[in-house]
């Protein structure tokens, strides 16, 4: 039984590695919070070269495909962004700039 706990508790660990301290990571994290499941399992999303900006260590990502839509809108949302916090990624709708 402790070894099952072990298990779960090392899956878990991963988990979160990856979703905190991965920038693709804290993307789908973000994308799937927003309610849009699809897109985050089927994300297909590149870096913006003009998108960064060093003072607030952000990182802007634009969607090519399976873009997430606005639930109350029904818009898609096709450009976000994911800060950099020390050691973790935060990912979030940056808006259509």
Same mark, same amino acid.
């Given at each position: ?5 072990? *298990?779960?508790?090392?899956?878990? &660990? *991963?988990?979160?590695?990856?979703? @905190?301290?991965? =920038? @693709?990571?804290?993307?789908? #994290?973000? %994308?799937?919070? $927003?309610?849009?499941? !699809?897109?985050?399992?089927? +994300? ?5 070269? $003009?998108?960064?900006?060093? !003072?607030?260590? +952000?990182?802007?990502? %634009? @969607?090519?495909?399976?873009? =997430? %839509?606005?639930?109350? $809108? &029904?818009?898609?949302? #096709?450009?976000?962004? %994911?800060?950099?916090? &020390?050691? @973790?990624? *935060?990912?979030?709708?940056? &808006?259509?700039?």
């Amino acid at each position: 039984m402790k070894n099952r706990y072990a *298990i779960l508790i090392v899956l878990v &660990g *991963i988990m979160l590695g990856y979703i @905190f301290m991965t =920038p @693709f990571g804290a993307l789908r #994290f973000s %994308v799937l919070t $927003s309610g849009n499941l !699809k897109s985050a399992i089927k +994300m297909d999303a590149i870096q913006i070269s $003009s998108g960064y900006d060093k !003072k607030a260590n +952000m990182t802007k990502y %634009v @969607f090519l495909k399976n873009e =997430p %839509v606005d639930n109350g $809108s &029904g818009n898609p949302m #096709f450009t976000w962004a %994911v800060y950099k916090y &020390g050691i @973790f990624y *935060i990912g979030e709708y940056f &808006g259509e700039a």
